[in-house]
Each structure stands twice: as structure tokens, then as C-alpha cells.
């Protein structure tokens, strides 16, 4: 996300009349015939939560972006729908569809809700069967965190590789979840376990 878009997303969050951990900003719009929904919170400022919900006919589909990063890759929508896929690719490349995204953002007043009674949003999740891409930092815990894990961290969260590598080499990983109650805060995650919170 260009710094602007960011601004703006925190800009609309912080004008809620309220902040709860279940608390979002929601932006939709429609693209080639998806329907897009945009959701962000800042209830963790060190690690914002940014997740976009796809739908095409039957196909429904949540990924989790990394709200810091520039430059968006297709390796962002693990396992999407190909008919999502072949709607939102030009070129083979996502950067029309997020520029599309960015410009809704900055050129909209956005929803205000609550994750659990947003019925796509908890759907979608519990829908998908068991994914490793969930929106909310829960935990870590000591099983060796995967090299796949570790990837898919390094591209859709904003802790630095040196971070993640330094949970992997104490044989610990990061857990989500999909639950807003059980959400904590990364950096109190991490000082718990003596690691420091290094940002990209």
C-alpha cells in the first residue's frame, strides 16, 4: 500500500466512535464481477490488520495483505479460485486489481462494523476449512516454525525476516486465529518469549 492509502486507512479507523478488538473499517467494490471487501482494523498499531474477502458466482475467497508492502504478487492468493483468479489477473499480475483497491479507499467513506457480526466475514472464515492464513495474532508456541510458514509470513505480515528467523531458530511459531476475543498484541506476544518486535 502507497503511504497515502495507508494514512487514509488509519485516518477512517481512528474516527470510529468506538475501538474494540472486534472493531473494523470495511470498503467494497466491484471488480471485472467480483465483489471485493476490503476489511482494517488498528487495534494492534504495530501490526495493522488488512484482509480482503473475493467472491465470484459460487467462489468465495479471504486472504490476509500486508497493509506496509508495495508491491503485490499473486504468491499474496494462495490457493484462490481459479475463477476468481482469471477475473482479477491483467497481464498475469494483480496490479491493476490493488490499484483499483487503493483508489476505493482513498476515494470512499468506508463502513463501520464488528467482525462477529459480519456475517460474510465469520462465514468465509469458518467456510474455508483449516487455513494457516488467518487475520488475528494469537500466540506463539514451541513447534518449529515452518519454511513455508516463515515464506508466507514474510510476504502478508509486517515482522522482519530476521524476526521470524529468530522465532524459527528457538524452535517456536506464531499462531492466528480467526477469532477477534483471542487476538493479542504482537508485541507483547513476542516479549513474552524474550524476542524482540523487529518491523520491516
Same mark, same amino acid.
Given at each position: 500500500? *502507497?503511504?497515502?492509502? =495507508? +494514512?487514509?486507512? &488509519?485516518?477512517?479507523?481512528?474516527?470510529?466512535?468506538?475501538?474494540?478488538?472486534?472493531?473494523?473499517?470495511?470498503?467494497?467494490?466491484?471488480?471485472?464481477?467480483?465483489?471485493?471487501?476490503?476489511?482494517?482494523?488498528?487495534?494492534?498499531?504495530?501490526?495493522?490488520?488488512?484482509?480482503? @474477502?473475493? &467472491?465470484? %458466482? *459460487?467462489?468465495?475467497?479471504?486472504? $490476509?495483505?500486508?497493509?506496509?508492502?508495495?508491491?503485490?504478487?499473486? %504468491?499474496?492468493?494462495?490457493?484462490?479460485?481459479?475463477?476468481?483468479?482469471?477475473?482479477?489477473?491483467?497481464?498475469?499480475?494483480? +496490479?491493476?486489481?490493488?490499484?483499483?483497491?487503493?483508489?476505493?479507499?482513498?476515494? $470512499?467513506?468506508? %463502513? %463501520?462494523?464488528?467482525?462477529?457480526?459480519?456475517?460474510?466475514?465469520?462465514?468465509? !472464515?469458518?467456510?474455508?476449512?483449516?487455513?494457516?492464513?488467518?487475520?488475528?495474532?494469537?500466540? @506463539?508456541?514451541? #513447534?518449529?516454525?515452518? +519454511?513455508?510458514? !516463515?515464506?508466507?509470513?514474510?510476504?502478508?505480515?509486517?515482522?522482519?525476516?530476521?524476526?521470524? =528467523?529468530? &522465532?524459527?531458530?528457538?524452535?517456536?511459531?506464531? #499462531? =492466528?486465529?480467526?477469532?477477534?476475543?483471542?487476538?493479542?498484541?504482537?508485541?507483547?506476544?513476542?516479549? $513474552?518469549?524474550?524476542?524482540?518486535?523487529?518491523? *520491516?
Amino acid at each position: 500500500m *502507497r503511504n497515502q492509502v =495507508k +494514512d487514509k486507512l &488509519i485516518n477512517d479507523y481512528n474516527e470510529l466512535n468506538y475501538h474494540t478488538d472486534d472493531t473494523f473499517t470495511k470498503y467494497r467494490f466491484t471488480y471485472n464481477g467480483v465483489y471485493v471487501h476490503v476489511y482494517f482494523d488498528a487495534y494492534d498499531y504495530q501490526a495493522l490488520s488488512l484482509s480482503v @474477502i473475493l &467472491i465470484y %458466482e *459460487r467462489d468465495y475467497y479471504y486472504t $490476509s495483505l500486508n497493509v506496509d508492502d508495495t508491491d503485490t504478487n499473486v %504468491e499474496y492468493l494462495h490457493k484462490i479460485p481459479l475463477g476468481i483468479l482469471r477475473r482479477i489477473l491483467v497481464n498475469k499480475k494483480l +496490479d491493476d486489481m490493488f490499484a483499483q483497491l487503493e483508489a476505493h479507499i482513498l476515494n $470512499s467513506t468506508p %463502513e %463501520e462494523g464488528r467482525y462477529t457480526n459480519d456475517k460474510l466475514f465469520s462465514s468465509t !472464515l469458518k467456510f474455508s476449512g483449516k487455513r494457516k492464513d488467518l487475520p488475528f495474532w494469537k500466540s @506463539i508456541k514451541h #513447534v518449529r516454525m515452518s +519454511d513455508d510458514t !516463515l515464506n508466507r509470513l514474510k510476504v502478508t505480515s509486517n515482522i522482519s525476516l530476521s524476526t521470524l =528467523k529468530k &522465532i524459527q531458530s528457538r524452535n517456536m511459531t506464531l #499462531v =492466528k486465529t480467526q477469532f477477534p476475543k483471542d487476538r493479542k498484541n504482537i508485541k507483547m506476544i513476542l516479549d $513474552s518469549k524474550g524476542i524482540d518486535l523487529e518491523l *520491516r
